[in-house]
Structures are given as C-alpha cells and as structure tokens.
Nanobody
Framework: QVQLVESGGGLVQPGGSLRLSCAAS????????MGWYRQAPGKERELVAIISSGGRTNYVDSVKGRFTISRDNAKNTVYLQMNSLKPEDTGVYYC????????WGQGTQVTVSS
C-alpha cells in the first residue's frame, strides 16, 4: 500500500510556472513507474509525464520542452515542474504510482488564466 498526496497547484497566468509535488507514504525506490495525469473539464484523464525507477522519462507531446518530471527517492517525492503554462494545461493533476497495482492521489487543481 502507498498513499500519495499532491500539492503545489493553483492559479497562474499564461506563461507562468508551477511545481507540483507528490509525497508518498513510504519509500518509492522500487516503485516503477510513477507519474502525473491530468483531467480537464469534460475530458478524459490523460497521461502527462512518467518516470521509471531508473529515471527514464516520457511526456505527452503537448508538454514536451515545457514540463519536467523528477523523483527524489530520499524524500519519497515526485515532482512536476511546469513552465510556459498555457490555458489548455488547466485541469486536475493526479499523481500515479504502480506497485503491483495502481495508486492515485486525490488531485490538485491547476488553473491557467489571465
């Protein structure tokens, strides 16, 4: 079992930045993979970024070059650095972990608007 708690969401203007954090309730060293999904109003949840236990990353095309996922195993935390935010990045962002089964956080709202 692992509990995931996201933080760092909020309201930001287009072009701004946010850093999301996902704190896990236990060691994440062997959790593979971990990642971030998002769900915009009226749309299905989509994968944003994923990181393996070895640090390999993958991103949805729409965020490549703007978002960076990272993990700090010592702090049991995964981060999503989001730069050059656009209104279409608005949504609820969910932390994800796979450890024999899928685990989800409660989500954090990100709103990009002027």
């Amino acid at each position: 079992q692992v509990q995931l708690v996201e933080s760092g969401g909020g309201l930001v203007q287009p072009g701004g930045s946010l850093r999301l954090s996902c704190a896990a309730s236990r060691s994440i060293v062997n959790i593979n993979p971990m990642g971030w999904y998002r769900q915009a109003p009226g749309k299905e949840r989509e994968l944003v970024a994923i990181i393996s236990s070895g640090g390999r990353t993958n991103y949805v095309d729409s965020v490549k070059g703007r978002f960076t996922i990272s993990r700090d195993n010592a702090k049991n935390t995964v981060y999503l650095q989001m730069n050059s935010l656009k209104p279409e990045d608005t949504g609820v962002y969910y932390c994800y972990a796979h450890d024999f089964r899928s685990y989800w956080g409660q989500g954090t709202q990100v709103t990009v608007s002027s």
